[in-house]
T-cell receptor, first 110, second 112 residues
Framework: EDQVTQSPEALRLQEGESSSLNCSYT??????LFWYRQDPGKGPEFLFT???AGEEKEKERLKATLTKKESFLHITAPKPEDSATYLC???????????FGKGTTLSVSS | NAGVTQTPKFQVLKTGQSMTLQCAQD?????MYWYRQDPGMGLRLIYY???????DKGEVPNGYNVSRLNKREFSLRLESAAPSQTSVYFC???????????FGPGTRLTVT
């Protein structure tokens, strides 16, 4: 069964304390692994697409990496404005839609 | 360039009432999607439209109908609302050959 699992469910960090969020997937024929940011009361905002193992993409304090079974979202020296829920998704086997994980809620305090 | 827009932002319905959620995109995308988001369940696909004139069921289609009115617009209809349909509904779109989807701001629906 196609599945995307994220951990941890929630993460609390101090400002400047780097960490990583995990996303594991069990999709046959991966065509893309996607990261989104969702702020309370808003729609998911697209961050990255990763296509193949070994690929990395960066945006400000965020870096996403991909292996054959997992993706990581590394957050370096986070700031309070990085607080949000981060969602991971992969395509389904048919390639017709995305399967989302339940998200990791990140809280960064100053 | 507004991206994906949804109306209304909030709605309260009584059990058995009907309503239509509207979605429009101005990015010239071919594919459009409707999701619901519930606490602890994540985003779940209700229906999608790969291109104008086609629609297909997603993971949780029961109780919903959709219409792809034209390339820009994709509506979701609840014919007889039930409390189990209380949720936040998101519309999304994607371009030909691309899997990343772009989301609207959502409609928060409460059915009493």
């Amino acid at each position: 069964e196609d599945q995307v699992t994220q951990s941890p469910e929630a993460l609390r960090l101090q400002e400047g304390e780097s960490s990583s969020l995990n996303c594991s997937y069990t999709v046959s024929g991966l065509r893309g692994l996607f990261w989104y940011r969702q702020d309370p009361g808003k729609g998911p905002e697209f961050l990255f697409t990763l296509y193949s193992a070994g690929e990395e993409k960066e945006k400000e304090r965020l870096k996403a990496t991909l292996t054959k079974k997992e993706s990581f979202l590394h957050i370096t020296a986070p700031k309070p404005e990085d607080s949000a829920t981060y969602l991971c998704a992969s395509n389904n086997q048919a390639g017709t839609a995305l399967i989302f994980g339940k998200g990791t809620t990140l809280s960064v305090s100053s | 360039n507004a991206g994906v827009t949804q109306t209304p932002k909030f709605q309260v319905l009584k059990t058995g009432q009907s309503m239509t959620l509207q979605c429009a995109q101005d990015m010239n995308h071919n594919s459009m999607y409707w999701y619901r988001q519930d606490p602890g369940m994540g985003l779940r696909l209700i229906y999608y439209s790969a291109s104008e004139g086609t629609t297909d069921k997603g993971e949780v289609p029961n109780g919903y109908n959709v219409s792809r009115l034209n390339k820009r617009e994709f509506s979701l209809r609840l014919e007889s609302a039930a409390p189990s349909q209380t949720s936040v509904y998101f519309c999304a779109s994607s371009a030909v050959g691309a899997y990343e989807q772009y989301f609207g701001p959502g409609t928060r629906l409460t059915v009493t």
